[in-house]
């Protein structure tokens, strides 16, 4: 095994939209476990459009990434050498670790998966982080009843397909806001999705109309901006929206400034609230279990976008902001070997 390793670190905090100069390729030893420790091979890094805020260095649910500090996120990796007793050698795991081609773990910071249950990358989605947002934020906020309108903004992304799917299961109509006209077919035609709308090529307000003629009662929210500001004039007494993203500023250099909400929300009594999965931490087994029910039983699919090799990390994370990726965005380093 070579002793020196890939590692990227964040070199500069972004302004607006990042740009490859804002990180840094280093070349690192791999180093060797402690006691309690193991040595991973990273497999799968996830990339998530919540890790533009942490290359922030503002105050908010999560510290900020520290410049020349590797960056970090979810991570699906095969133990390599181990000096604890809870992890062998060939052991696949999952974790919050460096996007770095090796990483040196603590026993408690991971926690091993099996590879027979469900393809591993399902640990990084459906079954993991961004399922389990979808599930705590639709149920616990949205609290769909059958019958009612449901819409997910971003909808084609590993969350927003989340949601629906679910929406659906509980008896709802479900409408869709994607960048493509492939996204909206995938929505539709996959997912079970009542209606999709392009937000690129149709106006937004009057697609919304036509396809909520009974107005909205949950707004699944990942985006914000105007797709939202269309959202607030069409819903329902009591609605519910829950907040699991702003994608659409988190580039922005200046303020996001938009329509006040307060008066929408007064008007219909409804509920606005925002949500990160941490507050549901005691509850992951229960939403695990559930997704993992589901997926058994072929009531949720997902689909993945998968960039080859480590140097295309950044790529594919700056692929987010573009809309380029259906599904959950992962970058695929190395391959799990049995």
Known sequence: M???QKQIKLAKRPIGTPVMEDFAFIDAPIGTPSNGEVLVRTIYISVDPYLRGRMQDVKSY?????????????????????????????????????????SIAKE??????????????ANLSIIGLTGL????????????????????????????????????????????????????????????FDAAINYKKEDVPSALENACPNGIDIYFDNVGGSISDAVFPLL?????????????????VNIDMGPRVQTYLIKTSALMKGFTLG????????????????????????????????????????????????????????????
């Not at 949205?142 to 819409?151: H, L, R």
Request: aromatic share 8%; hydrophobic share 40%.
């Open 133 to 192: 947002t979808a599930y705590f934020g639709l149920l616990d906020i949205g609290q769909p009843k059958a019958g009612e309108t449901v819409v997910v903004s971003g909808a084609a992304g590993a969350v927003g397909a989340t949601v629906g799917q679910i929406a659906k299961i509980k008896g709802t109509r479900v409408v869709g806001i994607a960048g493509t006209d492939e996204k909206c077919r995938y929505l539709i035609n996959e997912l079970g």
């Open 62 to 102: 999560i510290p900020p990434f520290q410049l020349n500090e590797v960056i970090t996120s979810g991570v699906i990796g095969q133990v390599v050498d181990s000096k604890s007793e809870l992890f062998a050698k060939g052991d696949v795991i999952i974790g919050n670790l460096g996007w770095q081609e090796y």
């Open 2 to 4: 070579s002793q020196m």
């Open 236 to 252: 329902n007494k009591y609605a519910r929206i829950p907040i699991c993203g702003a994608i659409s500023s988190y580039n922005n």
């Open 108 to 121: 408690k910071e991971i926690r091993k998966i099996d590879p027979k249950q469900a393809p591993v990358t």
């Open 279 to 338: 507050d549901y931490s005691n509850r992951f087994k229960e939403g695990g279990a559930a997704l993992a029910a589901w997926l058994n039983e072929g009531k949720l699919k997902y689909e993945e976008t998968i960039t080859e090799g480590f140097d295309h990390i950044i790529d594919a994370f700056l692929d987010l902001f573009k809309g380029a990726n259906i599904g959950k965005s992962l970058v695929k380093v190395a391959d799990i070997k049995y």
